[in-house]
Structure formats: structure tokens, C-alpha cells
């Protein structure tokens, strides 16, 4: 299958995480760099080590980021990931508006580091990036399910804090942890909210539509990360489209982790996302770790009939307009 006939012209990318998105090579050497321990000398095992060449499970996609987080805990590494993900999503795709989240905490070693050092250096390695190229580029600080509401307060205080030097917003992210409540994060989102943070959601990816639909109830996010899970509750697209709540869709990485088992229900997904007018981009997650990239992403669901041209341009527009990257925000 041919995936690099059509032209897509500048895209903007809205959801990719920092543990999936860094070239693998880069992230060997700065393994080696820091002196840290692999479980392999051999670099193509070190490569099948952080990547979903095919199908796998959730559980085992989230599990490929303990080795990327751990590669990425020190200012160094940070500054190193957010520099290549900026640089080559530019030089690749001709993505020209980037927004790249991670979660701070779990890079800086169970406290060893000091996590503004941490977030300096992911403004750093951005900033550079945009001197170097033609891009604008934001950060998402990520709460995370298995956190305490204490930890996920502080990062919430960070985010706050940075939100005038290139943090952009707040995400909900991490292991389903049946404790987690959703209701804990209302109060800091709202301050978040506040601050002029946007606020995107992971839901209804791994969750279902019920999850979805208290977290727009409860936290009003502006966007939802994957959300495909909402299509089994018609009662919840209306919501979502009333509202204007955009969704953030991934589809390799939902093919991948079984999360969508085909491009046939992708397909009728999308039908119902356009029947009730439910806002939604198209996102890779993570290239390097799904061995993609978002031109590719949009070539597949060409290839594959699940959606037109126009509906890509359309999502690239939805894409550009509802990023957190404001005109002299960054």
C-alpha cells in the first residue's frame, strides 16, 4: 500500500507523548550518555524493546514506557527528546504547530531531580527547536490516575507556574487505577483553566463512555484525548458536539493496542462522529514507539476509505484552530 502519494500541505499535531516519540537511536545514545544500565548491549533488540511494530495489548504499550521514561529522567535527556520530537515532526511531516505532553514526575527519579530543572530543560529543548525551525511548539503537563491528588495538585502548581513560558495545558494520563476519581481534579483544573491552560482529557480510550461523560461533566475539557469510546452513547456525541468538545484520535495506536480492532469499525466510528458533528484531529500518540507518522496516519484512513480528503483537511483546520498555542503565548 502506497502511503506517501497525497499532498496534506502543512498539519498540526495535537496528542504525542515524550516516552514515544523520540527517534530510538536518539534515545540509545542518550541511555549510553547517562551511563545507564540496558537490558541488552545489542541496539535492534533495543529497538524491540520501545516499539509496537503490530498488534499488542494496552497493558504492554504502557508498559514500553517504563525503559523511555527512565532514559528520559535527567534535564539532559529532556532537553535532547523535546528538541529531536520539534525538530523531525517538522522535517518529516511539515508539522508546523506541535503540542507535546508529558508527566515531569516521572522523570525526575522518584524525586532525585528537581522537577523545575526538569521542565526548564523541556523549554529549553523546545525553544530551540523553534529557533532552529519554522514551528510552533507548546507542552502539556500530564496528572496521572495512579498519583495522589497531593502529587497531582503539584504538578497543577507547575503547570500554573510555566504557563507563560511554553506550557499550554493540562492532560489526564497513566494506568486505569479503579481508585482514581475524577471528581479529585476539579478544583485544580479549574485554577488551571484559570491561568489560561487548555485542558484535554484522556478518556474513553481505555475507559468507557460513562468515563467520558462525567469528565465533561465534571471538568469541561476543551479536547479529549481519543475518546472513541463515546460512539456507544448517542446521548453523549450530542453532548460532546453542543459543546464543541474536540477529539483527539489516534488510529494506529487504537489498531495497535486493540483499542479499535479494525479499520472497518474506525470507519463507523468516524460515520457517527460526522453524523453528530463531533470536532475530531487526527494524532499520532507516539511515531517512534508505533513506527508512524501523522502523514502516514492520514494516507491509511485515505487508503483504507474511512475518510476523504476532505475530511482530513477539515480535521486539520479543527486541528490548527483548537490548539492551546496561542498568537504570543510562546
Not at 11 to 20: C, D, K
Not at 52 to 57: E, H, I, Q, S
Not at 127 to 141: D, H, Q
Amino acid at each position: 500500500m502506497k502511503t506517501t502519494d497525497t499532498d496534506f500541505g502543512t498539519l498540526t499535531e495535537l496528542h504525542v507523548h515524550i516516552g514515544s516519540s523520540v527517534d530510538p537511536a536518539i534515545m540509545w545514545e542518550i541511555a549510553h550518555d547517562q551511563g545507564i544500565k540496558l537490558p541488552t548491549k545489542n541496539y535492534w533488540e533495543f529497538l524491540k524493546l520501545i516499539t509496537v511494530p503490530d498488534k499488542t495489548t494496552y497493558q504492554k504499550y504502557l508498559d514500553l514506557f517504563t525503559w523511555t521514561e527512565l532514559i528520559q529522567s535527567s534535564p539532559e535527556a529532556i532537553d535532547k527528546s523535546v528538541y529531536s520530537i520539534a525538530s523531525g515532526a517538522y522535517r518529516r511531516n511539515n508539522i508546523t504547530t506541535l503540542e507535546i505532553r508529558f508527566n515531569p514526575m516521572k522523570r525526575n527519579r522518584g524525586g532525585e531531580r528537581d522537577l523545575d530543572h526538569i521542565l526548564m530543560s523541556a523549554i529549553h529543548g523546545m525553544e530551540r527547536a523553534m529557533l532552529a525551525y519554522p514551528v510552533r511548539v507548546g507542552l502539556i503537563i500530564c496528572f496521572d490516575r495512579s498519583f495522589s491528588t497531593e502529587l497531582n495538585a503539584i504538578l497543577a502548581q507547575k503547570a500554573i507556574k510555566y504557563s507563560k513560558r511554553g506550557v499550554v495545558g493540562i492532560d489526564l494520563a497513566g494506568r486505569i487505577d479503579k481508585s482514581f476519581e475524577v471528581a479529585s481534579l476539579v478544583d485544580m483544573v479549574n485554577d488551571c483553566r484559570k491561568s489560561g491552560l487548555g485542558i484535554t482529557i484522556h478518556t474513553g480510550e481505555a475507559t468507557d463512555s460513562l468515563e467520558v461523560t462525567r469528565v465533561v461533566e465534571l471538568l469541561s475539557p476543551d479536547r479529549i484525548g481519543h475518546g472513541v469510546k463515546s460512539v456507544t452513547d448517542d446521548k453523549l456525541l450530542k453532548l460532546l458536539s453542543d459543546r464543541k468538545i474536540v477529539l483527539e484520535i489516534c488510529p494506529t495506536s487504537n489498531l495497535h493496542t486493540g483499542v479499535v480492532d479494525s479499520w472497518d469499525k474506525f470507519r463507523s466510528i468516524f460515520e457517527k462522529f460526522k453524523k453528530y458533528q463531533v470536532p475530531f484531529t487526527i494524532n499520532t500518540d507516539g511515531p517512534e514507539m508505533l513506527i508512524t507518522n501523522l502523514r502516514r496516519e492520514y494516507q491509511l484512513l485515505l487508503d483504507n476509505k474511512v475518510l476523504t480528503k476532505e475530511d482530513l483537511d477539515k480535521a486539520t483546520e479543527i486541528a490548527f484552530k483548537s490548539s492551546f498555542i496561542k498568537d504570543g503565548s510562546i
